[in-house]
């Protein structure tokens, strides 16, 4: 009977409420600051629009890189100096390190130019320091006339001037008849 007394004893001291146990584990994964639904940002540089996104749901974060999380579909429109749009950058995923100033997009990426020029990848890194789009991913380019596979990319973030490492193959859609 004593053993049954000791092993009831030890269940009740193991089944505790200590709030203090409860607080850090609740405090050992960072939390949001800020949740935003249905986002809309815009950089601006003298008056004028370089950048525009839009988010359906950013997290910020505090003390941590990256800072922030775009999830559940993101869009990033680059304009010129004339503040007519250029290229179109849109993902599932994205996340901001503020301090590198680095985008990292993820999941069904697709960048269009102005010029229906039609990059699709899994993760694009948009540098903004560098003013330039890159990957080591897999890519398909649209164009007007021929679709173009590789393994890497790099351009500008309005997509005019671009090159593909490791290309796979290319299709023409412009074929001679005779």
Known sequence: MKSIHLLLSIVLVACT???????????????????????????????????????????????????????????????????????????NDASIDEDKKIMLAQNNVVLTSSDDKKLETEELVWDEKQDKIYTDKKVKITTGKEVVYGEGFTSNPDFSQYSITKIHGTFDFETETN
Do not use: C, W
């Open 17 to 91: 409420n200590d709030p203090r146990l409860a607080q850090d584990f609740v405090s050992d994964k960072e939390q949001a600051i800020e949740q935003i639904k249905g986002a809309e940002l815009l950089h601006t540089e003298n008056g004028k629009i370089k950048v525009r996104i839009v988010a359906n749901k950013i997290e910020r974060f505090q003390n941590q890189q990256p800072g922030l999380i775009f999830s559940e579909h993101m869009e990033v429109y680059f304009y010129n100096d004339s503040s007519d749009l250029q290229s179109t950058l849109m993902a």
